[in-house]
């Protein structure tokens, strides 16, 4: 297992345990503080928890070695893992939906104010939260790993704007009291946008959509740098897991024999793997100059 690796599973653990104490305090204040808002937040927690353990799931089996049957790594199942993590977000957002419009033309007690400060801490710590975990998502080039980090920024949305219904109701008190519900519905719709934002960088890996440029900027220039390597043509980038796989041209004398530019192509792969860790395999098309 890589450094990577271990350090993408330890942030895993991090968001499982914060989300499991967040979710029992949400629903504890929110039923007993009557804010169906902080409640819709407690749901969304509890649909972090299981989305959490199934990026745990997705690290440690995206992390096994190449094999027989799968030549690139397990790479792949990734993305995968962050779909089904984008599912979870979709259906806590349209159960939040549901529930705050049922609620919404139900007379109910207004929130108990020390809600706020429930939410206030809440607030603080997701985000902090969020900007942990999506460090480590750039520290290790992991996109479900980025996935969980806006699960952590979802929720801060969502307490926000639960923060904001529920000092309205407060504040203007006897028949307002809907105000904590349109806020835990317009947290569903936040939820839903940040669900395509996790969806679309996920669907690009695994369609091998271009979106390397400055990594390929670096291995142009690392290249030449390579003992008999005279420059780069084509260069094309696929990301699998936390590792990205290369197929690059590259140009060499063209008087030299086999044998040489077989093993000018071996010193390129070794010199890229050591400059360039977050690489995985390397192909190497050798060019003549002309």
């Not at 029992?24 to 819709?40: P, T, V």
């Not at 940040?194 to 440029?213: C, K, Q, T, V, W």
């Not at 077989?262 to 010199?271: M, R």
Request: hydrophobic content about 45%; overall charge negative; aromatic content about 10%.
């Amino acid at each position: 297992m890589t450094k990577n690796t271990e350090t993408a599973i330890k942030t895993t653990y991090f968001s499982i345990i914060g989300n499991t104490a967040l979710a029992l305090i949400k629903g504890l204040a929110g039923y007993f503080g009557n804010s169906y808002a902080l409640i819709a937040d407690a749901i969304e927690s509890t649909a972090d928890i299981f989305s959490s353990f199934l990026v745990l799931f997705g690290l440690k089996y995206s992390s096994r070695p190449a094999d027989e049957n799968h030549p690139y790594g397990h790479g792949r199942a990734e993305p995968l893992i962050t779909f089904l993590v984008v599912g979870f977000l979709i259906t806590s957002a349209t159960i939040i939906a549901y529930e705050s419009i049922v609620n919404i033309g139900n007379p109910h007690d207004l929130p108990k104010p020390y809600t706020l400060i429930v939410l206030g801490a809440i607030i603080i710590w997701k985000e902090i939260s969020f900007r942990l975990v999506m460090k480590k998502s750039k520290e290790t080039n992991s996109s479900s790993l980025k996935a969980d980090a806006w699960h952590h920024r979802s929720d801060a949305i969502t307490s926000v704007a639960a923060f904001i219904g529920i000092s309205i109701a407060l504040f203007f008190g006897k028949g307002y009291e809907s105000a904590d519900d349109w806020a835990a519905l317009l947290a569903s719709g936040l939820i839903l946008y940040n669900s395509y934002l996790i969806f679309r960088p996920a669907l690009g890996e695994i369609m091998d959509e271009h979106l390397y440029d400055d990594l390929v900027l670096e291995i142009r220039k690392v290249s030449v740098t390579s003992n008999g390597i005279l420059g780069t043509e084509k260069c094309f980038i696929r990301k699998a897991g936390m590792k990205y796989h290369v197929d690059l041209h590259a140009i060499v004398d063209a008087t030299i024999t086999v044998k040489e530019g077989h093993d000018l192509a071996h010193q390129l792969i070794d010199t890229l793997h050591r400059e360039i860790p977050q690489l995985g395999y390397i192909l190497i098309h050798i060019e003549p100059n002309s």
